[in-house]
């Protein structure tokens, strides 16, 4: 890395915390709590529109998981999204109804979020279709593993992005208010994920699963990144790239190892292909708010016709965190 | 006769507490010593929930620094006050805050009441020691270490680096033989009183005030000169991963240290609240004489170590990424072959492959319009697809995913000249390849085929030019796949030994004879060709030697049993 380089990242680091500055005019503080974080607290942020549906199991997950912090910007919801979180007591709420792509997709909103309750602690950066899995999860809270990762003086924890579908068509799979979307949508692939290093932040960009294999089958490249660092002990001075997928200083995306060994990583579930989500999809195509000019809908919307069912026979059933250990997608590094 | 405990601690001192008292209740005297840097709330609530127990001492707060000598003055003083304030004592038992007694503490005196003249404290000369990070080991005891190891790293290491060079050593005291081990150990009280009482004991704290980590060294050293029966091990279970930091026990670890029948154990993790309830509780039975036994344990840890340091040969992943120039490591997880040329000769060889060997047989996995999988699937295992797009998009990650995802089955596949190419280096690169290449095959079905002689010839052309790279590159000098070549010419001269030492591979021991062979092309006129190839001013070299005439073993071999040797 020539010093040249280093510096224009430096800079790109700055003006990126600048920007988001700039863009935290365009918040609302609806409810605010975050007198009320305690020095260990684990925070977690959230942008969200319209996920009225999934608000409780979502909260439920990681208030299991010993979350009590959580920090979230909605997006203009009208479909009582707002009104749910401010019952709730854990929860500070930001507003906005700006452009969700001009704002880099939410990431300059909860960059400085980020920089205003972050710094200091551990933070994990989920959406509300995402859940965190990491080693021993269903025994162990998150405070264990982030106890475990200080000790370590680890500074950023990888999980990758696992889609998961169900075997029925899309639009059949209807996920009650309350139920676990995993029950429904519990089906993923398990070797088809085609990895490349970035080698202008240093990150792996991962990309495959069943949206490379049924969406962009004929343009591979536009598939989604599936690479993704939720978990960060937030330092002065860090911010995201570009969703959670990448970070500055680079240093924070180097969630893997180079030499052979395995480094302790997680996934993050992702519950998308419910039976919302073809309605879903058209609506987004619409507000045109996604990124690359929402090209990741538009595929979708192709390739969607009814009765579409992502579901193949070499699909796996979810079980748990030690199959996706034994199936490669995730390591305990030397975790015990 | 009993054992008395010195705790050394600095944070979570409710868990400290929690034990301290628990041994306390026992009759077993506490020396706490908590380090100066806790919070003073922290240290007064504590100091309160123990003010019940008669037998529990605080000696003064020292602030402690990793690595330093305060925490062997700390230990000191702690030795000291038990020393003199419990003259019951029999045996000293130094554990920190982060540990957990897994037995009853009956169980320990009995164990120590056996075995009265013991020291337990692992002790280890330094050309012995094999964890120290870093290779400091002998240095430890004649270097200086002004810098801090946490804080300074590099100065640290210029320091280190620069007595090296310069050849400054200090001077080992007389009557200290250095020896390292873990900082948890259990003394009698006889060799402990002559440590403390030791006449030298000012030139040795003076000396070991400037050794590295003296915790792991100053007991460790002086016992050589005091005690009288060094059993060299440690009654604490501590392990250590390959940071040297020490590994931690959760809940889910219960069984597991209920099994390694050890005494105490660290680091236990402070919310760990079903171990502390499960070991303080009253009612765990007493194991009387049995030995610890932590194998198992130590056999999760050795894995864990290992999966962090080597991780799973031939997986890449989110955490598991080598580097491109790692040729030390597997690229796949396991063997698999690669046939170049025989479906081109053989019209069903996959079907015949795959009866003979019981291995998955592809097709030609790097055709250029679709993956070929075996009986045509359009999926495979681990939801490939067999999109040439997606394939072409990372060829080698389809490979080795394709390998990963079929562990426990040999696979196999066609490749060519016809197929997309760029995988050539990697599977050259593979120590797990294994390549069985006929050159010029590729023209037997061009000879067959009713094409345009004009375009058979381009087409010759181009696979033999492109062939012909393929083949250089696997003889290449960096090639590590197994690699086996013969022209057609050679192939076609007496196929059936190839043929059959290729199906001992997958059935070795069994001396199985091929009693049914593949149906080979027919080759009448082959030659004539050739040279009408060569006619055409093509030379096609890879072929191999082709007579004119028809040769006579080019025909359908014959069905007879072969024996190679």
Not at chain 1, 111 to 116: F, Q
Not at chain 1, 310 to 323: D, G, V
Not at chain 2, 87 to 95: G, I
Not at chain 2, 376 to 386: D, R, T, V
Request: glycine share 6%.
């Amino acid at each position: 890395m020539s010093l040249a380089s280093t510096y224009r990242l430096r800079l790109e680091r700055k003006k990126k915390r600048l920007r988001a500055v700039r863009k935290s005019r365009e918040l609302t503080p609806v409810v605010d709590r975050t007198d009320e974080i305690r020095a260990k607290d684990i925070l977690l942020f959230c942008t969200l529109r319209n996920e009225r549906q999934r608000l409780p199991y979502f909260m439920a997950y990681y208030r299991k998981l010993g979350i009590n912090r959580f920090l979230f910007v909605d997006n203009g919801s009208d479909d009582g999204s707002r009104e749910y979180l401010l019952d709730q007591s854990d929860v500070s709420l930001w507003s906005t109804t700006q452009s969700y792509r001009r704002a880099k997709f939410g990431v300059d909103w909860l960059n400085w979020l980020l920089a205003r309750h972050g710094v200091g602690h551990w933070t994990l950066v989920v959406d509300v279709d995402e859940f965190f899995v990491y080693p021993f999860c269903d025994s162990r809270p998150l405070p264990a593993l982030t106890d475990w990762l200080d000790a370590s003086s680890i500074r950023s924890f990888g999980a990758m992005l696992l889609d998961m579908y169900p075997k029925e068509s899309i639009e059949d799979a209807v996920c009650k208010e309350g139920q676990n979307p995993l029950e429904v949508a519990e089906y993923f692939d398990a070797g088809n994920y085609m990895i490349s290093r970035n080698p202008k932040y240093g990150n792996l960009w991962i990309q495959g699963g069943a949206r490379a294999r049924a969406f962009f089958g004929n343009e591979p490249e536009r598939a989604p990144a599936l690479n993704k660092i939720p978990l960060v002990k937030w330092s002065r001075g860090n911010v995201y790239i570009s969703s959670t997928h990448t970070l500055l200083p680079r240093g924070l995306n180097l969630v893997y190892d180079e030499n052979g060994g395995e480094k302790a990583s997680g996934c993050l579930l992702h519950a998308k292909f419910l039976s919302s989500f073809p309605e879903k999809s058209q609506e987004e195509l619409t507000r045109k708010q996604h990124y690359a000019n929402s090209h990741e809908y538009r595929a979708y919307n192709k390739g969607l016709k009814r009765g579409t069912s992502l579901w193949t026979k070499w699909s796996e059933k979810y079980i748990n965190w030690r199959q996706l250990e034994i199936l490669g997608l995730m390591s305990k590094g030397s975790w015990v | 006769m009993s054992v008395g405990f010195i705790m050394l601690a600095h944070k979570n001192l409710d868990r400290v507490a929690q034990v301290a008292g628990y041994w306390a209740q026992r009759d077993h005297p506490v020396v706490i010593h908590i380090d100066a840097r806790a919070p003073r709330a922290d240290f007064d609530e504590m100091t309160e929930v123990l003010q019940k127990f008669r037998n529990i001492r605080f000696v003064a707060r020292r602030p402690c620094d990793w690595g330093k000598f305060s925490i062997v003055a700390a230990t000191l003083d702690a030795a000291e006050i038990m020393l003199a304030q419990f003259p019951d004592v029999s045996h000293v038992f130094l554990a920190s805050g982060s540990c957990l007694p897994l037995r009853p503490v009956e169980d320990l005196d009995a164990y120590l009441a056996a075995r009265p003249d013991t020291d337990f404290i692992e002790s280890v000369t330094t050309e012995e020691v094999t964890w120290t990070v870093g290779g400091l080991d002998l240095e430890r005891f004649t270097l200086r270490f002004p810098f801090s190891w946490k804080k300074h790293r590099r100065l640290f290491d210029a320091y280190v680096n620069f007595q090296r060079r310069i050849g400054v050593q200090r001077r080992i005291p007389e009557g200290v033989e250095p020896h390292l081990g873990s900082q948890w150990w259990c003394l009698t009280r006889a060799t402990l009183q002559a440590i403390l009482t030791d006449p030298k004991r000012s030139v040795y704290d003076t000396y070991f005030s400037k050794v590295w980590i003296p915790d792991e060294a100053y007991f460790q050293s002086l016992v050589r000169k005091h005690g009288r029966e060094i059993e060299s091990r440690s009654l604490t279970l501590s392990r250590f991963d390959h940071q040297g930091k020490p590994h931690v026990f959760y809940d889910d670890h219960l069984q597991l240290l209920q099994r390694s029948d050890c005494f105490v154990a660290r680091k236990i993790w402070p919310r760990a609240n079903k171990l502390y309830r499960r070991f303080l509780a009253d009612e765990i039975k007493v194991l009387a004489r049995i030995e610890p036994n932590p194998r198992k344990l130590d056999k999760v840890f050795l894995r864990a170590n290992a999966r962090r340091t080597q991780g799973r040969a031939g997986l890449k992943m989110q955490s598991r990424f080598p580097r491109r120039d790692s040729w030390a490591l597997q690229k796949t997880c396991a063997p698999y072959s690669v046939y170049e040329g025989f479906s081109d000769l053989f019209s069903n060889f996959d079907t015949w492959m795959e009866k003979r060997t019981g291995t998955r047989v592809h097709g030609h996995l790097f055709h250029k319009s679709a993956v070929k999988f075996a009986g045509n699937a359009e999926i495979f295992n681990g939801c490939l697809s067999n999109s040439a797009k997606l394939r072409d998009y990372n060829p080698e990650a389809f490979l080795t995913n394709l390998i990963w995802n079929t562990q426990g089955e040999h696979q196999t596949f066609q490749f060519g000249p016809a197929d997309r190419q760029e995988i050539g280096r990697f599977l050259a690169s593979d120590q797990n390849a294994s390549l069985y290449v006929v050159t010029g095959a590729w023209s037997v079905p061009l000879f067959h085929s009713e094409m345009n002689f004009q375009r058979v010839r381009r087409i010759a052309a181009r696979y033999q030019a492109i062939e012909a790279a393929h083949v250089e590159n696997l003889r290449s000098e960096h090639t590590r796949a197994k690699v086996h070549i013969w022209t057609l010419a050679e192939f076609v001269e007496d196929p059936m030994p190839i043929l059959q030492s290729i199906i001992e591979q997958f059935d070795p021991g069994t001396s199985r004879k091929l009693t049914e062979v593949p149906k080979m092309a027919d080759l009448t006129g082959f030659g004539k060709f050739v040279q009408r190839l060569k006619n055409e001013g093509m030379n096609p070299h890879l072929v191999g030697d082709f007579p004119l005439g028809d040769i006579a073993l080019h025909k359908t071999p014959s069905l007879k049993p072969y024996v190679v040797r």
